[in-house]
């Protein structure tokens, strides 16, 4: 199973920008539907974006035109550049890695076929983004 490491977070002010990277290693990760995830305290967690093996994405309407998704499939690396952050933009950021998931545009994260189990969807430590006012 691939393991991932984030990076990239921190302290910014409103208007600021920050890119998180998120670090694959193990399992072949070009062919993974990747995702970011957020989780503020006392919410649950959410999709952010998501990217397919092929390069489509998707995102949250909370973040379209501020948030771009990417990955480099040389470094094995995911990336999530943050523009004109704000405040609720506040969270605990986490990559996903799905083998079998993959980028609809209905959903802001990858998705499987209706009633398959998500059980070996890999999650990285998290990494903390705040933004203030």
């Known amino acids: 199973q691939v393991q991932l490491v984030e990076s990239g977070g921190g302290s910014v002010q409103s208007g600021g920008s920050l890119r998180l990277s998120c670090a694959a290693s193990?399992?072949?990760?070009?062919?993974?539907?990747m995702g970011w995830f957020r989780q503020a305290p006392g919410k649950e967690r959410e999709g952010v974006a998501a990217i397919d093996s092929d390069g489509s994405t998707t995102y949250a309407a909370s973040v379209k035109g501020r948030f771009t998704i990417s990955r480099d499939n040389n470094k094995n690396t995911l990336y999530l550049q943050m523009n004109n952050l704000k405040p609720e933009d506040t969270a605990m950021y986490y990559c996903a890695a799905d083998p079998l998931g993959h980028v609809n545009l209905e959903y802001p994260h990858c998705l499987r076929p209706r009633g398959a189990s998500y059980d070996n969807v890999a999650w990285g430590q998290g990494t903390q983004v705040t933004v203030s006012s």
């Open positions: 193990g399992s072949p990760y070009s062919t993974y539907c």
